[in-house]
């Protein structure tokens, strides 16, 4: 039989395995995008350890009320996080609260907003949300994922995408994610390296048995691909991130803060071995790089060294 022959019976062979990792790149690429923000800046690990207790307000809330409570159910079972509607008991507190705003509200370029509150970036204290009526049905699912933490706008198959494939429901990475951000494994503070091996290992893990070997190596080149990358933005060498680029809200201020962060956090991914293997000496380098930035964390750390801080 011909060389040709062998040939395409060995492309054949191999195209499951070649789509499995560029699903896996993909999806892969989306996980690290939601560990930055909109700003333009990397961000730490924040998510609820209490109860959510939610109360809606607003107009034309009879209307609204199941469709928005089943988004907020969507998300927080997922996470294994209770929420509780206290919308008809006036007495109890809530740390949540969701209001149906006028259709007049808000920015034309922003139907919908949520805020988290908390003292330190690790653990939500309370959160509100609004939305203009004749946007829930879009908005719902979206800001219901960034309550839980999530505050990313990644590409991708993802309800929070600025162009979205779906909009009324969780996609199969949104559930990733959300079981992810509240595993056992995450932990709130955590930095984006540190955080993005629970995340990749719970895509892998959602993947059929046969992907998975694939997978795993299509893991270990996207970790390379993307310290090399965040080594290089953090240098002020390169072109910025493409997540920086889509975002309509990043600064200058915000890329020299993100690069700022940025330096501090490939020196907690060298110091603990998170992403990477583990360098002392590239840990202080980009510690020191850091600090001169006027990173505190990473200046608190030179001036007594021990094990970074969150």
Known sequence: MSRRFWSLCLAAMLAPCAA??????????????????????????VRWENDIRMRMTGVDLPRHREYVTSALRAVTDEAGVRLIDVTDQPGEAANLTVEIVSDTALQDNQPCVTFLD???EAKVDTASIQMRSRDTWRCAYHEAMH????????????????FPKKVDGLTPLDRVMLRAWYSPRMKGGMTPFEALPVLSDELIASLPEADRIAAQQSRDRFYAATVEQMQAYAAGRGDIPAIVKRSGKSTEDGIRHGRSEMSYFLGVAYFEGATVAAD??????WFE????AGNRRAQSYLAGPGTPGR
């Open 20 to 45: 499995a990792a560029d699903e896996t790149q993909q999806g892969l690429a989306t996980l690290w995008e939601v560990l930055w923000h909109q700003s333009g800046t990397p961000t730490r690990v």
């Open 118 to 120: 908390f003292r330190t």
């Open 147 to 162: 309550l839980m933490g999530v505050r990313g706008h990644p590409g991708g198959d993802t309800v929070l995408s600025y």
């Open 280 to 285: 002392q000496r590239q840990a202080l380098s």
């Open 289 to 292: 790089r850091a600090a001169s």
